[in-house]
């Protein structure tokens, strides 16, 4: 239990889908992250949102669409993916004000893209 | 941007040996940090470093931040196969990038019984 709940685990849809995902945190932390994880590559931060504020949109396609409602759920919506949008995504959370404070990460949900 | 290169990508070793895995950069980073994965599983962190040529040590593993905090290294004593897996080095560039880390690649590590 890492206190960092993402559903679904695992998602399987095509590239005229709309799906979400869905990410809880408990951890009283006030910054969400989500990240992408593809094979061969580091893990690309995507959306930073801070007190529900988004403050990074680190270039990310339009098709992927971040809502975070309340410190404790943080949601990104998916619509006409491609299939290289297929990898692990991650969220993580993280008390800002906190010096050096680590990110505190679900366990993913597998996206595949057909 | 920043990069951080972490090597070696993948390291395969049998139980009792000792490993390095290295992580460099051009870049000053404020703190550096070390995580690892398991299949399925989110990154977990193992460490900190913060000041230049900070040594930290979490039983057999020992984390060694660079003089100029460009690089870092992660040394396993006897690994063991519950040391399988993904590990990651993440810089915080600090400043205005405050807690937007960059990663490594990561570096998969298998040890065999």
């Known amino acids: 239990e890492t206190g960092v709940t993402q559903t679904p685990r695992h998602l399987v849809m095509g590239m005229t889908n709309k799906k979400s995902l869905k990410c809880e945190q408990h951890?009283?932390?006030?910054?969400m992250y989500w990240y992408k994880q593809s094979a061969k590559k580091p893990l690309e931060l995507m959306f930073v949102?801070?007190?529900?504020?988004?403050?990074e949109n680190n270039s990310v396609p339009s098709r992927f669409s971040p809502e975070c409602p309340n410190s404790s759920h943080l949601f990104l919506h998916l619509h006409t993916l491609q299939p290289e949008d297929s990898a692990l995504y991650l969220c993580?959370?993280?008390?800002?004000?906190?010096?050096?404070?680590?990110?505190?990460f679900g366990n993913g949900t597998r996206l595949t893209v057909t | 941007t920043q990069l951080l290169e972490q090597s070696p990508q993948f390291l395969s070793i049998q139980e009792g040996e000792n490993l390095t895995v290295y992580c460099n950069s051009s870049?000053?980073?404020?703190?550096l940090q070390w995580y690892r994965q398991e299949p399925g599983e989110g990154p977990v962190l193992l460490v900190t470093?913060?000041?230049?040529?900070e040594v930290k040590k979490l039983k057999r593993l020992t984390f060694q931040f660079g003089d100029a905090r460009k690089d870092s290294s992660l040394h396993i004593t006897a690994a063991q196969p519950g040391d399988t897996g993904l590990y990651l080095c993440?810089?915080?560039?600090?400043?205005?990038?405050?807690?937007?880390?960059?990663f490594g690649q990561g570096t998969i590590l298998t040890v065999h019984p």
């Open positions: 470093v913060v000041t230049g040529g």
């Open positions: 993440a810089g915080d560039a600090g400043g205005t990038s405050y807690g937007k880390l960059t």
């Open positions: 949102y801070n007190f529900k504020e988004q403050t």
């Open positions: 870049s000053v980073f404020s703190s």
């Open positions: 951890l009283g932390h006030n910054a």
């Open positions: 993580a959370t993280r008390l800002e004000s906190s010096y050096n404070s680590p990110l505190h």
